[in-house]
């Protein structure tokens, strides 16, 4: 608990004290390394975060503050008005960017970041009306009634207000219903879509988010200065920006402070140092400067705060604020067949993996998916959750075609489903890989968790996530670190987070490889129990004896078509599966 | 505009597009290899411009001293690696010390036959060529060999520090000023009513002429096809008995070559400055970019494109060259994303 309370109050202290001790240059590097700060922590969120590198930070900087300098100076707008329109502005623009780009790769968000900056730096120095590469100066100072801030003490308690409000949204996004999918989504597409993420429109929320922040930057940069030009919004400046993320530690919000701090001061320092020793400014201090970047990359490899941080005290862990029960999903109650498959054909060029295809489940009923390596199960079972789309065919969830939907969409339908090679997020505790399933059952949003309104809700979330853990037998791990359970644990623990979305059919693909004989037997009494309470459930499996005592209906798949179906029983004894399996006779 | 300027503008984008085509295809290798976004590369074609001009100017060029401070520094943490690992022996010590100390010696010695009036072009030329082909795999062993593992996105940081670093030793060692290297084909002729430069001829078949040795060099040798498969899978082609180390090394000191080639060509056509490199290579990664970062002969029509549009918007409007440039790539990023709108990227695994 100590912890939690010292590693942002003494920083705090410090930047409250600062300006009272310090001369009016040493304030003057704070007030740019936190200006710097504000700017990297958008970077944080968006390639620390969910990885996606942006080369145009600088040009959002430079249109912040173009923006507000013409504003005031042009239009004599106040500055406030100035600060809430260039913010608007650069979101704008960082929306279209955003929109064009972020459906594909992430390195395509790159090139057009690239082309963004490089564009703005030329643009902006061609401009007569805004000062060319000459600059455009005279801007006002702000004020709040007849107090001016001006000079670098009144403009350091803007700055540091801006920025602590800014780490305070920031950290309380990623400790949020919204940060737990921008978390996995680093981890592939697939995971967060499987319970329903919108995955692209997060990544364009947190790339606006990143634009607006350093709009922020921009126009404090603007009002400290009273003077600009285009040369600190260009593509070398975001590429500095990019590199004090990496070299502080670029998932980590402590990590944009001191990434900001060190480069920013490093530099500086350099610059003093170098024209000393050489005598002459701007040759050697870059070539030192990269060489000590080099150095720090080669002994910290994910940056100094992880590094610092591992030094610290660990946090202890507090009591986890529960408080129930998260409201059931509203959905007519289900008799009869859950999902219909009707002749579904799956072709990749001339390969047919999936023809034919055609069986159904009803509630309550666990079915077996099996066969042969390469029988096209998995083909199967993906066209169901929507991760591959059909060639021909249909597929039914409780009357209503779902083939040709996203994944997100057919799991808000009440689909859930584990994965064959587990994908789970291996940074987050167990509760919160759990706590991602529940992403449907709230809907709290970008605003209302940057500014912690989400308290409840979450309360109730991880009132759930725990209960599911109990239900699976994990209750008591929910602490650990996910990525430090054994690979049958990781499997259990998919079959919670599948869980905590509550479906309606639950898709396991090989939920007993790698489990031990005790742990498989839990895991069937959990399947019989589930399917009691009246949960369809589709298991592809290749365990045998697993699949015949949990099973109520068999599908055996050879070849992309169906060999045969029924009871395990009758299954077991069909001359045409035992050819499959073991081979004919002859 | 007539069409004599149209011919010969489009002949000057081919021009610049051929060797944006061999950096691209160098980015695009580098990438699939080693994951590495290498800022760098034009500064491969910068050095060997200047280190050749310099040549020209009758002096010994100061890349010799870079490339013996780089081996040393780099033969040292070679020495301290294997200090750690307990393998400081003969055996292991022989090959780092003849790639590190005696091939930048040897090359040191011979430099001085580059200085002089007199010595032929060729001779500065190769020279040029190997010493900044020599640094490549030292400062692999300095910048990248540490953190081979590490995300692409630390790799990229490494990268552009490094791009820091040479960008500001260029400026110590070529000095401020543009430099052109001299042209090494004769004078203009006219075939029927075109007018052709050489020069023109020179750089576009020699660019082709590399890239169907790169395509044997990946197609056919063994070398080339463990490159193939470290692009494929670094694990699966570590277990095959493929040293990733070996693998990034080759890859950047190929890139090395392909960069210095470049500098050799494009040193005559334009005023090449200690940071013109950065420029160049970004328009290569923008022709890397339009092929997608994988597909070699989309990348080389982009870079191609990249090059034509450039000369064409120069023409019309200078000061706004490079926004026409990038602003340009905006529909085919939009073409793309149509043509081909569903990318798994496959998350990283990390820890």
Request: with cysteine; charged share 15%; glycine share 10%.
């Amino acid at each position: 608990m100590t912890r939690r309370i010292l590693v942002p109050a003494v920083p705090l202290l410090l930047a409250i004290i600062a300006p009272f001790v310090l001369s009016s240059y040493a304030v003057t590097m704070l007030n740019y390394v936190f200006i710097n700060a504000i700017v990297v922590l958008g970077l944080v969120l968006l390639t620390g975060v969910l990885g996606l590198i942006s080369f145009g930070q600088a040009a959002f900087v430079g249109v912040g503050a173009y923006a507000t300098a013409w504003m005031t100076v042009t239009l004599g707008l106040s500055p406030w008005l100035s600060l809430v329109l260039c913010v608007l502005v650069c979101g704008a623009i960082a929306l279209s960017v955003g929109a064009m780009t972020l459906r594909m790769g992430g390195h395509y968000l790159a090139i057009a970041t690239l082309a963004w900056g490089i564009s703005f730096y030329y643009v902006f120095g061609n401009l007569r009306a805004l000062g060319g590469f000459t600059g455009f100066g005279n801007i006002p100072a702000p004020s709040l009634g007849s107090w001016t801030l001006a000079g670098e003490r009144s403009m350091y308690a803007l700055i540091v207000l801006m920025l602590v409000a800014s780490i305070w949204a920031c950290v309380n996004l990623l400790d949020s219903r919204v940060g737990r999918a921008m978390r996995s989504i680093r981890y592939g597409a697939a995971l967060p879509e499987s319970f329903g993420v919108n995955v692209p429109r997060i990544k364009l929320t947190v790339f606006v988010l990143a634009a607006m922040l350093a709009a922020a930057s921009g126009w404090l940069y603007a009002h400290l200065q009273g003077y600009i030009n285009p040369s600190p919004f260009s593509v070398t400046v975001s590429i500095e920006y990019l590199f004090m993320a990496v070299i502080g530690g670029a998932a980590q919000i402590a990590g944009a402070l001191l990434g900001a701090g060190v480069v920013t001061l490093v530099r500086d320092w350099l610059q003093d140092l170098m024209t000393a020793l050489v005598g002459q400014a701007g040759n050697f201090e870059v070539v030192v400067f990269g060489v000590l970047m080099l150095i720090i990359l080669n002994r910290a490899k994910s940056g100094l705060w992880p590094f610092l941080n591992s030094m610290l005290p660990k946090p202890s862990r507090c009591a986890l604020p529960l408080a129930g029960p998260l409201p059931k999903v509203k959905r007519p109650s289900s008799t009869g067949n859950v999902l219909e498959v009707r002749a579904a054909r799956k072709n990749f060029g001339g390969l047919v993996a999936v023809n034919a295809m055609s069986f159904e489940i009803e509630a309550g009923q666990i079915l077996g998916l099996i066969g042969p390596n390469g029988a096209g199960k998995s083909t199967m079972f993906n066209l169901i959750s929507g991760l591959l789309s059909l060639s021909s065919g249909e597929v039914v969830f409780r009357g209503r075609r779902i083939d040709g939907m996203s994944s997100a969409a057919i799991a808000k339908l009440g689909i859930s489903r584990t994965f064959q090679h587990v994908k789970i997020v291996r940074s987050m505790t167990v509760l919160e890989n759990v706590a991602l399933g529940a992403w449907l059952r709230t809907s709290t949003g970008f605003v209302r968790s940057a500014l912690r309104l989400d308290r409840a809700a979450e309360k109730a979330v991880f009132a759930d996530a725990l209960y599911q853990l109990e239900r699976v037998g994990l209750g008591d791990m929910h602490g650990a670190r996910s990525g430090a359970l054994a690979l049958g644990k990781q499997r259990i623990l998919e079959i919670a987070r599948a869980l905590a979305s509550d479906p309606v059919l639950l898709l396991l693909d090989e939920p007993a490889a790698g489990l031990r004989a005790l742990e498989k037997r839990a895991l069937a009494d959990l399947l019989v129990n589930l399917r009691q309470q009246g949960l369809a459930i589709l298991l592809v499996e290749h365990d045998m004896d697993f699949v015949m005592e949990v099973t109520d209906k068999l599908v055996v798949m050879n070849f992309g078509e169906k060999l045969a179906s029924g009871t395990p029983m009758e299954v077991q004894s069909n001359p045409k599966v035992l050819e499959a399996y073991l081979g004919s006779d002859e | 505009m007539d069409f004599q300027i149209f011919a010969f503008l489009l002949q000057d984008g081919i021009t610049m597009g051929a060797v944006y085509v061999l950096l691209a295809v160098a980015l695009v290798m580098v990438f699939n290899v080693t994951r590495i976004i290498y800022v760098p590369q034009g500064e491969f074609v910068s050095y060997t411009a200047l280190t050749l001009a310099t040549f020209e100017a009758g002096q010994r060029p100061a890349t010799v001293w870079l490339l013996l401070g780089a081996g040393a520094v780099a033969f040292v943490m070679e020495l301290l690696s294997l200090r750690a690992a307990g393998a400081l022996v003969a055996r292991r010590i022989a090959p780092p010390a003849g790639l590190y100390l005696a091939i930048p010696a040897l090359l040191a010695a011979l430099s001085g036959a580059g200085v002089g009036a007199d010595r032929p072009l060729v001779v500065k030329v190769f020279l040029s060529v190997c010493i900044v082909v020599a640094l490549a795999p030292a400062l692999y062993r300095i910048a990248f060999r540490p953190i081979a593992d590490a995300s692409a996105l630390t790799l990229l940081v490494a990268a552009i520090a490094l791009h820091f670093v040479l960008v500001g030793l260029a400026l110590h060692m070529f000095g401020p000023e543009g430099l052109r290297t001299p042209a090494f084909a004769g004078e203009s002729f006219k075939l029927g009513f075109l007018t052709v430069s050489p020069q023109f001829l020179w750089v576009v078949g020699l660019s082709v002429l590399l890239i169907v040795c790169l395509f044997i060099f990946f197609g056919r040798s063994l070398y080339g096809k463990a490159l193939r498969a470290s692009a494929v899978s670094r694990r699966g082609a570590h277990l095959v008995g493929i040293s990733t180390d070996f693998a990034g090394s080759l890859t950047l000191t190929l890139a090395a070559a392909i960069g210095a080639v470049s500098g050799v060509l494009i040193g005559p056509l334009t005023n090449m400055k200690f940071d013109s490199g950065f420029l160049l290579g970004l328009k290569g990664f923008v022709g890397a970019i339009i092929g997608g970062l994988a597909v070699y002969p989309l990348a080389a029509a982009g870079a191609v494109f990249v090059g034509v549009l450039e000369t064409f918007a120069s023409f019309w409007a200078s000061a706004y060259k490079e926004v026409i440039v990038f602003t340009l790539i905006v529909p085919i990023l939009i073409w793309r994303s149509i043509a081909q709108p569903h990318v798994d990227d496959e998350g990283e695994a990390e820890e």
